[in-house]
């Protein structure tokens, strides 16, 4: 019950903040953080997912639970150095030479395709090391609202190639 009031109070950057500095920590057991990295979404989880999330992730994520799947295997996938509140997800895609091409399927994708193209982009970020702030990735996973996608497809694109055309 306390920390259903305590994440209730959390603005999601907090939540994401407090999420990959659990799963990047040193204590979080290796074997569970591979079982995290392994998942997708759509897919049966391991019951290493249920106990994380159960103990970390904000009240109803079961809800939006391909989204929650797809956020912390991402976060798995980088830890243990996976955030960086002040890297915006289009400037690292373009920072690392994400295509054009592969961001405007992203950013046009819906539901599982969208969970598996963002998990992709992460593994591509992932290999080149280049953390970025997970709660622009988990807005852009759990965003329902139409006009709120938009505004955050806008975001990432702006970011990604105001990065682009300083290069």
């Not at 209730?8 to 204590?27: D, K, P």
């Not at 997970?134 to 609202?145: K, M």
């Amino acid at each position: 019950m306390m920390r259903e009031a305590q994440a209730s109070e959390e603005t999601l950057e907090q939540q994401v903040g407090r999420i990959a500095g659990v799963i990047g920590s040193e204590r979080f057991p290796t074997g569970e953080r591979a079982a995290l990295r392994r998942m997708a979404p759509g897919h049966r989880l391991p019951l290493s997912f249920y106990r994380f999330a159960f103990n970390y992730l904000p009240a109803g994520w079961e809800y939006a639970i391909d989204d929650w799947v797809t956020l912390v295997a991402g976060i798995a996938l980088m830890s243990p150095q996976a955030y960086s509140p002040q890297a915006g997800f289009g400037r690292v895609l373009a920072e690392a030479g994400y295509s054009e091409l592969r961001l405007e399927r992203l950013l046009a994708a819906e539901d599982e395709v969208r969970q598996t193209l963002f998990l992709r982009a992460v593994r591509f970020l992932a290999a080149k090391s280049k953390p970025f702030n997970w709660a622009e990735g988990a807005r852009f996973l759990l965003a329902r609202n139409e006009d709120k996608r938009e505004a955050l497809s806008l975001r990432i694109a702006r970011d990604f190639y105001s990065r682009i055309d300083k290069e």
